[in-house]
């Protein structure tokens, strides 16, 4: 052994297991294969049959060509560079840019200060009020900003909430099978245990409630503390939208169970076969039917700016909101993101463009 590996404190045996345990295909051996390819007909374009690699390996619609909202990349560019929005400079912006275009950067910049600031940890007060009243417009029940929490993509809101589940090495959490390799791989460098539920196929991937049922029989007899179902919605990698009865289904199965419901709904707006029905909505009608019955359900639902007509992948913005916990774990949580100081202002405020898009009439509404 080199004396230069003799003095190095880190080596492969002696860091962190979990971290080495932590399996992320979607960023793994075939993604970095096709990478050294990309590499390779870079320096030799006739080193292979073909002349270039398409990574189909992650929901990536910009680097496939997909062409960003023009309303969207238009007031972010306002943002980034203000000055564009002064007096002397006005005019001339005006013949590059829409006038809602204008006075959506004005407000968002009134709003957050400055795209190169911290914000409010949770992601800033005005911006959470309209993803509020999105989702409010999209189920037809009132949303609390407060409890809305802005994070820099979905993934971020996941990574989040596990870490606050994740209490032991003992602690359960049901994912769906086929999955997005997120959940086993913040759970691997949690230390704490996939709970695999299949989906499926010949009932266009939907899921038993005899089979959740089962799988936490099983679970909890090998000593598992199950505390929380991870759902999919629609689904990815299938495609699939549960039905409402489904949802519903899953919603009494968790609130039986005392078991925590994480909806991660980032494909809500690529849905081509069914309908989309947010598990918030179905909560709260279930709630309405039958009073008191489902108040100790616990719901976050995720969202993210990556997916759908967006497609912003890059940009990092995202949001999740919570319903029904306990206000102690809510403070947790706060403190938890906290640590991280605050999501991308730039995405934050992009996640506001999502969620609050040009309307009919308005100059930048058929952009």
Known sequence: MSSTLQLRSLNYDNINPHVKAAK????????????????????????????????????????????PITFFRQVLSLIQYPDLLE?????????????????RAKWLLKSVKSVGAY???????????????YIEQRDGYPADPDSIFLTAGASSGVNTLLHVIAASPNTGVMIPIPQYPLYTATLALLNAKPVEYFLEEPSAWST???????????AETEGTDVR???????????????PYDSIADIIKFAAEKKLVVMADEVYQTNVFIGEFVSFKKVLRDLQKKE???????ELVSFHSTSKGMVGECGQRGGYFELVGFDPKVVA???????????????????????VNPPKEGEPSHSL
Not at 334 to 350: A, M, T
Request: net charge negative; charged share 25%.
């Open 24 to 67: 992320y295909a979607v960023r793994g051996e075939l993604a970095v294969k096709a990478e050294s390819i990309r590499r390779e007909l870079e320096q030799n374009p006739s080193s292979h049959p073909f002349d270039h690699v398409i990574f189909a390996n992650i929901g990536n619609p910009q680097q496939l060509d997909q062409k």
């Open 87 to 103: 007096e002397a400079n006005l005019e001339a912006a005006k013949q590059l840019y829409p006038e809602d275009a204008l006075e």
């Open 119 to 133: 914000s409010h940890s949770q992601g800033a007060p005005p911006l959470r009020d309209s993803v509020a009243k």
């Open 208 to 218: 038993k409630v005899d089979d959740l049922y089962t799988v936490l029989e099983k």
């Open 228 to 242: 929380c179902i991870c759902v999919i919605n629609p689904g990815n990698p299938t495609g699939a939208s549960l």
């Open 291 to 297: 009073p008191g019955k489902y108040e100790n359900v």
């Open 332 to 354: 947790e949580i706060y403190k938890f993101v906290s640590i991280s100081l605050c999501p991308p202002v730039s995405g934050q405020c992009l996640v506001e463009l999502m």
